[in-house]
């Protein structure tokens, strides 16, 4: 089992940026692709990023690519996602989530989730 807890979110107006944590525990983190999705109001879950075991390998979705960077330190058994020009689309809750695939971009292939931190973008 890999316990994650997110932290970091918050109400911010258009155009901001903000740094979301996720604190991992259990089963080696390093053994994991850590991944990042979002959930809107009234809409799917949906993938936000993800970075490989060693952090040299990313993948962003579309619609956050080049504003977004994920980022991890497995000394310390985090993940962080780092938020600029913030949009009011970006308003979701986040959830951190860890896959033991090679290059998860479908939420099927995850198999642990963190209970989400909510983000709020005003315009």
């Known amino acids: 089992q890999v316990q994650l807890v997110e932290s970091g979110g918050g109400l911010v107006q258009a155009g901001d940026s903000l740094s979301l944590s996720c604190a991992a525990s259990?089963?080696?983190?390093?053994?994991?692709?850590m991944g990042w999705f979002r959930q809107a109001p009234g809409k799917e879950r949906e993938f936000v990023a993800f970075?490989?075991?060693?952090?040299?390998?990313?993948n962003y979705a579309d619609s956050v690519k080049g504003r977004f960077t994920i980022s991890r330190d497995n000394a310390r058994d985090t993940v962080s996602l780092q938020m600029n020009s913030l949009r009011p689309e970006d308003t979701a809750i986040y959830y951190c989530?860890?896959?033991?695939?090679?290059?998860?971009?479908?939420?099927?292939?995850?198999?642990?989730w963190g209970q989400g931190t909510r983000v709020t973008v005003s315009s």
């Open positions: 989530t860890a896959s033991p695939h090679w290059s998860p971009v479908r939420s099927e292939e995850y198999d642990y």
């Open positions: 259990g089963r080696p983190f390093s053994g994991y692709t």
């Open positions: 970075i490989n075991w060693s952090g040299d390998r990313t």
